[in-house]
C-alpha cells in the first residue's frame, strides 16, 4: 500500500526540453507507456527528479519524445496508480514520492558512501556494491614475516618514495614471469591501485582535455579523470575500433582501458584486440593505461591471451596492478608500470598527497607475491563457486533478466529488462542491500537497464541478498 505525501503543491517545474534530456534513451522492449512511466519513476526514486516537481503537459512530453499523447497520458495515469504523481485542475501532474507502509524508501547514496541502515527488525545490511574479497588464511603469516623483515628498516626514514627496492623488484619478478621484461625502475610502489590511476590521471590529463573509456568502465576511474579536469568520452566496451575512431576524432592523448575480466562486464580483450591498441597507440600517439587488477581472477583458467603490455617495449603502454583483489583491498598496495621517465614523474607528483607507501604492507606484499601460487588456487576455486551460486540464484528468482556468466573477476554485469537501475537500487537500499546502478559506470549516465552485483560474499549472505533483491524488485514494479 502507497500513501502520497502529505502536500502535492508544486514548488517547482520541469521542461518538457529538460525531461527529455533527464530520461535518456528511457525506451525499451514491451509496451512504450509503461517504459517511459518506469523512466520518470526511476528519476524520482533516484533523486534526480525532485518530488513536488510539476511535470510537462501530456501534450508538451509527446512532442519532446516524439511519441503521441496517447502515451504520455498513459504513462502519467501509470505514475498515479503507483503513488508517484498526481493530477489537480489547474495544477497539472505533479511528481510526488510515495511512502511505502513500515518503511519509507531510501534515496539512492553511491556504492561505498555510509553505512547501510539497518532494517526495522534488526537485521544486519549487506554490502553488494564493493568488489572486494575477504582476506586469504596467509594473510597473517605474511605479516609475521613482515614483521621479521621490518627491523631492516627501521634505521631509516622510512620514506621510501618510489617503494621498497625489495617489492618493486618482486612486482617487476612477476612481469617479468608472465613474459614482459621489466626492470625495478619501471616501476612505482602507490596506496592502492586507486591511487595509481589517479596519479595518472593527474600527471597526463590536462583540464578540459578529452580522455577515452570503456563505457562502461570502473567508476573510481571515471572520477579520478574527472577531479583532474578531464572531459570522459565513452566508448563501448571491447570495441577496440570505436577506441581508435574516438581517439583520432577527439586527439585524446589518454585511455583507460580493463583489459582482463573487465569491471563491470567480464569482457576480456582477444589477442587481435590488444593487438588493436597497440596499433593505435603507435598510429596516433595516444597513452593506454591497462588496468589489471583484477587478472588473477581467472575463474576458468587459461582466458588470459597474454599481458596488457605485450613484450613491454611500447612505452605507451602504462600497467596499473594491485594487491587488492588477489589479495586483500586492506592492504592497499598498488603499482604502475611504465617508462623510468614517468615514474618518476609520477613519483614527484605523489609527494604532494601521501609522501610515501607504509613500509609493513609493502613488506607483507613481498611474501604474498612469493606465494601468490600458493594462495591464488583456493581464492580463484571459491570465487567460482559463488559466482556459480549468485548467476543460479539470480535466474531462478529473475528469469527474464540477462545474467550472463563472466569468466573472472568479482561481478555480474546483469540486465534487468527496463530503465529501472536507479530505483532499484534505491529500493533495496530501504532493504539494506546496496547493490551497483548501471549508469554509475558511465561516463554519460547510460546502462539504466544494468546493475552490478558482486560475488565475494558468503553463500548464506548471497542468498539473503537476492531475497532482498526480491523485495525491492516488488518495490519498484509494483
Known sequence: ?????????????????????????????GPVYLALADALRSAVLAGSLAP???????????????????????????????????????????????????LPLRPQTPAGDGPLPPLADGVGPIEMSQATP?????????????LEMLPAYLGTGGYAHLGLDVLREAV????????????PDQILVTTG????????????????????????????????LQRAGARVIGVPTGDVESLASAVHRTRARLAYLVPDFHNPTGRTLTADERDAVVHLTDRYGVTVVGDETLTDLD?????????????????????VGSASKSFWGGIRIGWVRATPQLVQRLARTRQALDIATPVLEQLAVVELLARRDEILPARVAGLRERRDLLVGLVRDRFPDWDVPVPKGGLCLWTGIG????????????????????????????TAQDRIRLIYTATPETLAEAVERLARAWRRVTG
Open 1 to 29: 500500500m502507497s500513501l502520497a505525501t502529505p502536500t502535492t503543491t508544486a514548488v517547482r517545474s520541469l521542461s518538457a526540453p529538460a525531461a527529455s534530456r533527464l530520461l535518456g534513451a528511457w525506451h525499451t522492449s
Open 134 to 146: 575477504s582476506a586469504p588464511d596467509a594473510l597473517h603469516g605474511a605479516y609475521e614475516r613482515a
Open 418 to 445: 527496463r530503465p529501472a537501475a536507479q530505483a532499484l537500487t534505491a529500493a533495496a537500499v530501504a532493504e539494506g542491500l546496496r547493490i551497483g546502478a548501471g549508469p554509475q559506470f558511465t561516463p554519460d549516465g
Open 299 to 319: 575463474l576458468e583458467g587459461g582466458t588470459v591471451p597474454g599481458p596488457f603490455c605485450g613484450d613491454g617495449t611500447n612505452t605507451r603502454l602504462v600497467s
Open 193 to 224: 591501485g586507486q591511487q595509481a590511476i589517479a596519479l595518472l590521471a593527474t600527471t597526463l590529463v590536462s583540464r578540459t582535455e578529452p580522455v577515452v573509456v570503456e563505457s562502461p568502465t570502473y567508476y573510481h576511474a571515471i572520477e579520478a
Open 172 to 183: 617487476a619478478a612477476r612481469y617479468r614471469a608472465r613474459g614482459v621484461p621489466t626492470t
Open 52 to 102: 513536488l516537481t510539476r511535470l510537462p503537459s501530456e501534450r508538451e512530453l509527446a512532442r519532446a519524445l516524439g511519441v503521441s499523447r496517447t502515451t504520455t497520458s498513459a504513462a502519467y495515469a501509470r505514475l498515479r496508480e503507483l503513488g508517484f504523481a498526481t493530477s489537480q485542475v489547474g495544477s497539472g501532474t505533479v511528481a510526488i514520492l510515495p511512502r511505502t507502509a513500515g
